[in-house]
């Protein structure tokens, strides 16, 4: 028995020497880190005219008038059913900034849906149920959110090669 308290003692020890684990990536110990300065100001949205507009991509959507990112850049799209597609865009610029411009452009502030990951979601047409698989909406999410290196660019060698906020349209249902 003596044995046993004995073994069980060393392995409670050893288990509370173990070294903590670090996080990954450990920051670089040859450059000091010192903490960026902390404001709950708002930022101001960012200014369109400053981005050159993106080329427009084999199977993007005609948006009409719905506002997008002018350096937004069309990905791929998914079948929502009912007639309706999911449009994804990538952007280089921080979720914080993204929300602004669609705050700004759209005239509304939206829902947030999550805070982890951060998403936030703008109606942009009445939903209806028994027409619709998905609300009309301009969805943008966090893709650098806790770390996280971004949305995967799907064209090979292009640039960006990641994309830290992507932006899902979903458009209402075209005539049938």
């Given at each position: ?83 309706q597609r999911f449009y994804l865009y990538g952007v280089t610029l921080t979720y914080d900034d993204a929300v602004a411009y669609y705050r700004a452009a ?71």
């Amino acid at each position: 028995m003596r044995a046993l308290i004995g073994v069980l003692s060393f392995a409670c020890a050893a288990t509370l020497a173990a070294q903590t684990p670090q996080p990954f990536p450990a920051p670089r110990a040859s450059t000091p880190q010192t903490p960026a300065p902390q404001t709950n100001a708002p930022r101001p949205p960012a200014a369109p005219a400053a981005q050159a507009p993106a080329a427009a991509a084999p199977g993007a959507p005609d948006l009409g008038d719905l506002p997008l990112y002018p350096s937004a850049v069309y990905l791929t799209s998914y079948d929502a059913g009912r007639g309706q597609r999911f449009y994804l865009y990538g952007v280089t610029l921080t979720y914080d900034d993204a929300v602004a411009y669609y705050r700004a452009a759209l005239k509304t502030r939206g829902d947030e849906l999550y805070e982890t990951p951060p998403t936030h979601q703008f109606e942009i047409a009445r939903f209806r149920d028994s027409e619709m698989a998905f609300p009309p909406s301009i969805t943008v999410k966090d893709y650098a959110w806790g770390g996280g290196s971004g949305y995967v660019n799907p064209v090979p060698g292009a640039s960006p090669a990641r994309f830290p906020t992507i932006i899902q349209v979903v458009l209402p249902p075209t005539a049938r």
